[in-house]
């Protein structure tokens, strides 16, 4: 009998999905960082419902050093980030946590706390959820629901040949520290498609390689990126290849239009001069990443992001 | 220090409740079966956003002998439940899954053909979610989105002195099998609000003592209960006090104006020959619960329901 590790996590959601109804009110569906729906219930006219849900499990996404507020963090932040590539506005979250009767209350109430902080900066009311009991890791689980404007959202498959490629922030080396710390970038993802920017976008959380390999393949397009254009995080201690595939940096990733490049550059360190933006390269007619360094020689640049269930790929 | 399961699953969340923001625009919050919330995205005036999620863990909620099937409708039928408590129409679900990487892959599909098959028995769309892996016992998070018109909603609040007390179909020994089969009461919950028979209703989760205790103290009235007309599930065996304490019933429990209690009986008998209703009792203004029996005597009831991380509760 074929195991979820034989099959992988790639491979089980393409089978899973077979299986699930999806209704006509449906925009954007499974595969997307967030669904989006149309609802009957409110106000505004064009608006649509952004649903995600995240969750994190002790031992996978943090390990027994981390504090609970930055537990709590995380577990908030990685759903916003979701709602950021979407360019939403979150509103509303759930909570489920699934708890040891053996926990200390105070770091229960201190991840919670830490759920709290970024829920409050981005004006995120937390309206329910539960806690249940478990006698393994513990884990939390967001549900996060959000509002964007139809036209104001770019799904991963918007991009056309020509366009730049522009990452916000520095890439790799996550795991050190930031993936338990990181920014949502909600209100630069608002600002970027507010002004038209953007044509498709992403949050990076399994890699860059990886998430511009979804751009590229849901847009049935290309990229060729300039090796020596790719913002390293410090904590990637120089490592390129470390900037391409470490997961969990949260930055966004989209693709502008050639002509604009330039303005929104100009524009941009103006509104955030604390944090960089940078073109790394283009889309190309030609399937695929390819990696050119600064002599114009290129090699085929090969995705290698995080199965949660094949640990050959991890 | 202290630990959950010292504090209890009340006293935590009672903890919790005040750690967390809750903005302007939730209607009913944390507490009651369902998050309501006013949305800006999408269409009719007067709608609001329900937003539930609901967790199963294998070894608390089902175990090794539950069919995959089964543990995919509970998983989702649960979370149904208190959409209709809330008298919602469900609109969309997320699906997030913790799953150990030894699973068979079938048995996971399985999981997956039992939630599907009841989100599209009430029309729910899954919309997405996400596969997490865990080294523990494996577990299941719905979050429901759905709909409901403000003024059809019926909190637990609603309760007057004098109302008919009245539950669905009958009651206890939900554990011999019921509990993983149940049929959320989403259209019956929905005729009964649009034909103004609800002033305060709730889905029987923690069993009929309990809820109805939460009807009470929300609503700051008490109950008389007649213990010859509480209708003993056959699984229960006869036991009354199994039918008053057994959890995961998913019945529903509300309440009629009195003088709209006949009226009732004959329009449901009609619109729902093959389920069961029954007033059980009246809304009177001392507080607590009192069971009454035929001769007229009466004795206080106490709640007995089930409480996560307290066994000396459960």
Redesign the interface.
């Known amino acids: 009998?074929?195991?979820?590790?034989?099959?992988g996590?790639r491979g089980?959601?393409r089978?899973?999905q077979r299986?699930?109804?999806?209704?006509q009110?449906?925009v954007v569906?499974?595969g997307d960082d967030?669904?989006a729906?149309?609802?009957?219930?409110?106000?505004?006219?064009g608006?649509?419902?952004l649903?995600?849900?995240?969750?994190?499990?002790e031992?996978?996404?943090f390990n027994r050093r981390a504090a609970p507020r930055q537990i709590g963090w995380k577990a908030m932040a990685r759903a916003l980030s979701d709602i950021a590539a979407m360019a939403g506005r979150p509103?509303?979250a759930?909570?489920?946590a699934?708890?040891?009767?053996?926990?200390?209350?105070?770091f229960?109430?201190d991840i919670?706390?830490g759920?709290?902080a970024v829920?409050?900066e981005f004006?995120?009311?937390?309206?329910?959820?539960?806690?249940?009991?478990?006698?393994?890791?513990f884990?939390l689980?967001v549900?996060l629901?959000g509002?964007?404007v139809r036209r104001a959202m770019r799904p991963r498959s918007g991009a056309r040949v020509g366009d730049a490629i522009f990452v916000t922030g520095a890439l790799g080396g996550s795991i050190a520290g930031k993936h338990l710390a990181f920014t949502p970038r909600i209100r630069e993802a608002q600002w970027l498609t507010r002004r038209g920017f953007v044509r498709a976008m992403i949050d990076i959380s399994d890699g860059l390689a990886r998430d511009l390999g979804h751009v590229c393949r849901e847009s049935r397009v290309g990229a060729r990126l300039t090796a020596s254009a790719i913002p390293i995080a410090l904590a990637a201690r120089g490592s390129l290849e470390r900037a391409l595939t470490d997961g969990e940096d949260f930055e966004l990733l989209f693709t502008t239009p050639a002509r604009d490049a330039e303005r929104l550059m100009k524009a941009w360190q103006r509104a955030f001069p604390r944090l960089s933006l940078t073109q790394i390269g283009v889309i190309i007619r030609r399937k695929g990443i390819r990696l050119c360094d600064d002599a114009g020689r290129s090699r085929p640049l090969h995705e290698d992001g995080y199965d949660?269930?094949n640990p050959s790929h991890a």
């Open positions: 009998m074929k195991t979820l590790r034989q099959l996590e089980l959601i089978q899973l299986l699930l109804p999806c209704g009110c449906v569906g499974i967030c669904a729906v149309r609802s009957g219930a409110g106000g505004k006219r608006g649509l419902l649903l995600k849900t995240d969750a994190v499990v031992g996978i996404h509103r509303w759930l909570v489920t699934g708890l040891r009767d053996d926990m200390p209350v105070r229960v109430e919670y706390r759920m709290a829920a409050g004006g995120v009311a937390i309206v329910g959820g539960e806690t249940v009991r478990t006698r393994g890791p884990w689980s549900a629901a509002e964007v949660h269930f």
